[in-house]
């Protein structure tokens, strides 16, 4: 039986701050901006409730910088921003990709470039959390359609961060932040929840903060305490000084690519509706995924067989799983906020690419069931 008090009713964006509190967020850093400013103003009051520390700091930059230095000595973190913020963040990011520095960044976006349009709705930063950050590198980014699932992947985010030591960022859009609906809290245990790996070489002996165990895992030391070691951004070694040696280089580029794209099917998250017998597969994610299950189950009950497969790993990319479940389909469309980003993803998933076509809008107007379905007329007009 559900515990009443584990009853909510509110923000996407208060779903993620109860998220990242059931995962052990004990340190935020941020600075308020739509449509993003709800997880910073209710961390202030929430974190010190935790016994957490919430500072506000003077911009975005700083605020990665604040969250970079309080992992490494220890603490599960988190920052939150949107847009320019997110622009803001990228070298900071970069850093925390090459020192392997676990930390969570929720990205709720709006329409851009630039400032763009701040209070509406829109998913055109996946090629930037992808690609944001200079140089040869690979990415966790994790997205939701409703608020039950916000909070799971929330908790996902900080589990993917401590096991791979890597930033993940949490892909949420103006729509799904700032609308209302119910949230039940799992209780404690419920979900699983993963603990920083500490080394247990002890004080006085050497340790390398590099180093892999045989399942690839680096266990951290709390820097400050019991070890010193160097960290950079620069390619180092496995005690982490900076090391231009090209075997050095070439082996942790690939080591920091690999134990990411290597899992991608661990990583993956997504869900499905109606796929077994689907002649027509709706591929989305976000606030864009409710309009495509709305319009499948409206079809279908007309006779369409229309299933949707909805994201919820975008990086990185899911190839299989999108070519394994669009592979009897006549037809795909994918239905995004952007000009078409994960569509590339997605044609270069699937066996026949010409058959994948693009719903969108641009205009800071949620995608409705309407617009996917004019689409899927065009479609069908053409004989597919």
Known sequence: ??????????????????????????????????????ITEHLSERLPQTGGKFI???????????????????????????GPGFSLKQEALGYACMAEIPCVIANVQRGGPSTGNPTHVSQGDINQARWGTHGDHAIIALTASNHQDVFKITVEAFNLAETYRTPVIILL????????EKLIIPEPGELPVVDRLRTHVPKGV???????REDDRLPMSDFGAQHRYNVTGLFHDMWGFPNNDP??????????????????????????????DAEYVLVSFGSSARSSIH???????????????????LWPFPTDIVREKCANAKAVIVVEMNMGQVIT?????VDNPNNVFLANRIDGQLISPTDIKTV???IQGKGV
């Open 1 to 38: 039986m559900t515990n009443k008090d584990n009853i909510r009713f509110i923000q996407g964006n208060e779903a993620c701050v109860e998220g990242a509190l059931y995962a052990g967020l004990n340190f935020f850093a941020g600075y308020p901006i739509t449509p993003s400013t709800e």
């Open 206 to 212: 050497d340790y390398h903060p590099y180093l892999p």
């Open 376 to 378: 899927l007329r065009m």
């Open 56 to 82: 506000q700091m003077e911009d975005e930059i700083a605020s990665m910088g604040a969250i970079i230095g309080a992992s490494l000595t220890g603490n599960k973190v988190m920052t939150a921003t949107s």
């Open 173 to 180: 859009d103006e729509a799904i932040g700032h609308m209302r």
């Open 247 to 276: 075997a050095v280089v070439n082996g942790l580029l690939h080591h920091l690519v690999d134990k990411i794209e290597n899992s991608v099917n661990d990583i993956a998250m997504y869900k499905e509706y109606w796929l077994d």
């Open 295 to 313: 319009l499948a189950q409206n079809r279908r009950a007309r006779g369409m067989k229309i299933g949707v497969l909805e994201l919820q790993t």
């Open 345 to 349: 993803q997605v044609k270069n998933a």
